[in-house]
Every structure is written in C-alpha cells, then in structure tokens.
C-alpha cells in the first residue's frame, strides 16, 4: 500500500513529532512492502512531501526557502484515499500526484494529537491510525481527561483548574496541600511544568503555564513518587496491553530532557539505564495498572490507535493514580511493544490492519428522509 506518514505542525513538540515519524517510517520501510512518503509540516503550516524526509539528517539541514513555491493540494472530490498533488515553482519545476491508502498520523501537541486533523480523514473516509477525533480531544485536555477519569472511577490526584480570569492564590493554598504541580492542561512531554515547594512560588509557577496554555492545572504532588507507564493497543478485536515500564528519572518528576535528550540517552527510547522494563513492582500492581488501560481505552473512545498510560504510585502509602494518556506518545512507545513480544514490524502492521478494519466502524448509515424543507418553503411564505 502506499503509506503517508504525517508529522511536525505548530505544536511545541514540533521536533519530538520528527524524531517520532522517524522510528515509524524506518521500521515501514525495513520492514514491509508498503511504500512510504512522509509528509512534513512545518511551522508555517506549509505541507511539503519529499521522500529525503525519510532520513532524520534531512532536519539538521533543513531549509524551509528551498520549498517556497512548492505547492500541497488535496482532492476533497475523491474519498476513501487520501489523494494529494504537489507542484514545485520555478523553471525546472515538477508535479506529483499520489493516492495514500492510509495514514499514520505522528503528531504530537496541538494541531494534531488534539484531533483536528483526523477531522480532514474522517470526512475522505481514509484509513488511519489513531484514536477517534472524540478521543484525541478529550485526550489532548488534561481537565477535561481527569472529568472522564472521574466518570468511570478512575483514581486521580487531586487537583483544581483555573486561567488567567479564574486562578485564586488563597483558595488553591486552602484546598491543595502542598508541594505542588503546575502545569498547562494542553502541553504535552513535561514542558513547562513546575513543582512548587512554597507559596511564594506558586504565583510565578501560575504565570509561567498560562503563557503557554489559556487553562492550566494544579495537583497535589504524589510522595514517593514512581511514574509506571503501559501502551494499549487492539489486535484482531481484541484489547491488549504491553508489560509495565518505570522510567528511571534523577529528578522528582520526569523532564523533556529527561525523556529525549539526555546524555546518557532519553526514557523515550527505552534504553535499559533509563528504564526497567519490565517495572520492579508486584504482579498484582502490574495487573491493576493494565485493567485500568484497558477500561480507559475503551471509555476515552481511543481505540484505532496505541496510546500510552502514565501512572503515579506513592511507594510508601501504596497508594496509585493514572496520571494522563497520550493518545500519540513518543516513537508511538515502540520499545515498550518489542519487549513485550511485538517487533516492530508486527507491531506497525497491526496498526495497518486494526485501522482498516476500524475505517469500516466510522461509516455509519445518513440515509433519512423528511420534508423539512417543503416545511420551511410553506412555513416562510
């Protein structure tokens, strides 16, 4: 098949999405017999596909005037594809036509992992892979995610919201115990996120996360803290789980450097100095913390996709909270899938398939006939 592989937008994670859409399209084309074409969006929102994009040393390189006249068009005339065309300007200028017959969509933030672009998939009717537009949007807002939790008896720390209009230093320090988490309810790989260790902090804490996001969250902080993640995914109907991994971080809370760039290598690329795979944890927690992957991937209307679960586990009290999903996490978590007896290949195809299959789901029957509007024609003369 021919496979589009989408990634980069106007996010914040606009270079984790590259470094994702790498592993995805190298393990594609190693792997499998689908033809890849990866399609970059850059900052601007300029759509550019270029087969070099394949190779991650296209990015340290790249410059956005050699495509200035490069031209992306799609074809809303034509369903079930996703059909495109792209012009290059100039003298010795070109054009391309292809027909995607699906998409990996690897964008992470907003502009993307929100669900908005499923939305132009959706409408063409094209296979893809990824939760549904209602779960990537829940998913992408952490304040509306944790009133889902809440719905089906999911535990979380507690918290409360607020924005520029709403934050109220005197009644958070009333309800909360510190230390605190502050951070946006729509950023994503841990940035801009503080901990507060005292009140004179918390209002710069406050002004920080709301220069990035309109609405931000302040929780408790978890003691004894040990972050546990696990991906979900569904494999011929039915939802699996991998094994529980527990990322090794130095400080109190996992940073984005931690997680992509550090020296020593980053959680995200599941190395084992970064990460115990599996968790040192007992079976039972184990498999309390994959119940709850399976109940929230099936709640949170993610199926067609991989999402992973972090989760917060106080060492000490026992205690455990699902902290958040990411409906599309880095490198879609394809270490974690490997150790768990799904090489990559395997892992990508399924991905394929599970799509295909789900792309049926979503057309539903329109077919409904009224006099609407021989009503309106009578009713407004």
């Known amino acids: 098949m ?63 005037t050699k495509y200035k006249d490069t031209t992306f068009n799609i074809d ?23 027909e995607l017959d699906f998409i990996f969509p690897v964008l992470h933030g907003m502009n993307g992992e ?124 039915e939802v699996v789980t991998t094994v529980v991994e527990q990322p090794i971080g130095s400080t109190e809370f996992l940073s984005f450097e931690e997680k992509y760039v550090a020296d020593d290598g980053g959680t995200m690329q599941g190395l084992k100095n970064r990460v115990n795979i599996p968790a040192k944890i007992s079976p039972e927690l184990s498999d309390r913390i994959r119940d709850y992957c399976k109940v929230i991937y099936t709640n949170l209307f993610c199926k067609w996709g991989a999402p992973r679960i972090d989760f917060l586990y106080d060492s000490k009290s026992g205690e455990l909270y699902v902290n958040e999903i990411n409906t599309v996490p880095g490198a879609l978590q394809m270490h974690l899938w490997d150790k768990s007896g799904y090489p990559v290949w395997v892992f990508l195809q399924n991905l394929i398939d599970t799509g295909i299959e789900k792309s049926l789901e979503r057309k539903v029957n329109i077919d409904f006939d009224s006099n609407i509007i021989g009503h309106t024609i009578a009713f407004t003369k």
């Not at 990634?7 to 017999?33: P, Q, W």
């Not at 550019?48 to 410059?63: K, L, Q, R, W, Y």
């Not at 892979?129 to 008896?153: C, D, E, L, R, Y």
């Open 2 to 64: 021919n496979i589009g592989v989408i990634f980069g937008s106007r996010s914040t994670e606009h270079d984790v999405s590259i470094t994702s859409a790498y592993g995805v399209t190298m393990g594609l084309k190693k792997n499998t017999d689908h033809k890849v074409f990866p399609i970059y969006i850059t900052r601007e929102w300029q759509w550019i596909h270029d087969p070099a994009f394949i190779e991650i040393n296209s990015f340290t390189t790249f410059d956005a």
């Open 76 to 98: 809303f005339s034509k369903t079930e594809k996703l059909c495109f065309t792209q012009s290059s300007g100039g003298m010795f200028g070109k054009k391309v036509s292809v």
């Open 114 to 237: 929100d669900g908005t672009i499923q939305g132009i998939f959706d409408m063409l009717q094209v296979p893809y892979m990824w939760p549904s537009v209602q779960g990537s949007a829940v998913g992408m807002n952490k304040i509306v995610m944790k009133a889902v939790f809440k719905s089906i008896w999911i535990p979380w720390v507690k918290m409360l919201t607020a924005s520029k209009g709403t934050y109220n230093k005197e009644y958070t320090l009333k309800e909360l115990r510190m230390p605190l988490i502050v951070k946006p309810a729509n950023l994503w790989s841990s940035i801009w996120i503080s901990k507060v260790e005292t009140a004179d902090d918390l209002d710069n804490a406050v002004e920080v996360a709301l220069h990035y996001d309109n609405y931000i969250m302040i929780e408790e902080c978890v003691q004894n803290l040990m972050e546990l993640n696990c991906s979900v995914s569904e494999i011929k109907w």
